[in-house]
T-cell receptor, first 111, second 119 residues
Framework: EDKVVQSPLSLVVHEGDTVTLNCSYE??????LLWYKQEKKAPTFLFML??SGIEKKSGRLSSILDKKELFSILNITATQTGDSAVYLC???????????WGAGTKLIIKP | ETGVTQTPRHLVMGMTNKKSLKCEQH?????MYWYKQSAKKPLELMFV???????ENNSVPSRFSPECPNSSHLFLHLHTLQPEDSALYLC??????????????????FGEGSRLTVL
């Protein structure tokens, strides 16, 4: 069965800290891995990763994929209270383009 | 504002009621999706419409009935629901249903969701 597991389930840190969120997967046919941020209701897109070892970066956020060890990490440096959200990871399957979602990591940034 | 609008934002219904959720996208996309999000669980794909044709139905109970009259509108008709159906129902759209990686953007555009409570 295809599955995506995110860890930790929740994380509380102080403003200014650096955090690393993990997403591991076991799927039959991998196409891409995606990260989304869900602050209140609507998840918003962060990154799409298809190749191992190539870092994607956007401001203080960065992400990298390891297709050999079947995981991705999302790094956030110099965290701010506005980074508080649920971070969702999903893997796109090559066979039918469906997305398999993880349960998310709830990140809380304390001032 | 993401370009995907869902109504109502909140809905409380009894198990014998009939109601509908509505989704409208203003992005010119051809694929639309219904997802169910329950607390601490992964997003569950319910239905996919690509160019108005239903391409996925992930073993969803018949008490959920989708309708896609055109590429911009998607409905989810609800009838005789159960309390365990209480959840956030998210609508999403993408350029087409032929794979996000091929679009090189990986982007699904989500609506704000409809919070459903079944009593």
């Amino acid at each position: 069965e295809d599955k995506v597991v995110q860890s930790p389930l929740s994380l509380v840190v102080h403003e200014g800290d650096t955090v690393t969120l993990n997403c591991s997967y076991e799927v039959t046919n991998f196409r891409s891995l995606l990260w989304y941020k869900q602050e209140k209701k609507a998840p918003t897109f962060l990154f799409m990763l298809t190749s191992s070892g190539i870092e994607k970066k956007s401001g203080r956020l960065s992400s990298i994929l390891d297709k050999k060890e079947l995981f991705s990490i999302l790094n956030i440096t110099a965290t701010q209270t506005g980074d508080s959200a649920v971070y969702l990871c999903a893997v796109e399957l090559d066979s039918n383009y469906q997305l398999i979602w993880g349960a998310g990591t709830k990140l809380i940034i304390k001032p | 504002e993401t370009g995907v609008t869902q109504t109502p934002r909140h809905l409380v219904m009894g198990m014998t009621n009939k109601k509908s959720l509505k989704c409208e996208q203003h992005l010119g996309h051809n694929a639309m999706y219904w997802y169910k999000q329950s607390a601490k669980k992964p997003l569950e794909l319910m239905f996919v419409y690509n160019f108005k044709e239903q391409t996925e139905n992930n073993s969803v109970p018949s008490r959920f009935s989708p309708e896609c009259p055109n590429s911009s509108h998607l409905f989810l008709h609800l009838h005789t629901l159960q309390p365990e159906d209480s959840a956030l129902y998210l609508c999403a759209s993408s350029q087409d249903g032929l794979g996000l990686a091929s679009l090189n953007t990986g982007e699904l555009f989500f609506g704000e969701g409809s919070r459903l409570t079944v009593l």
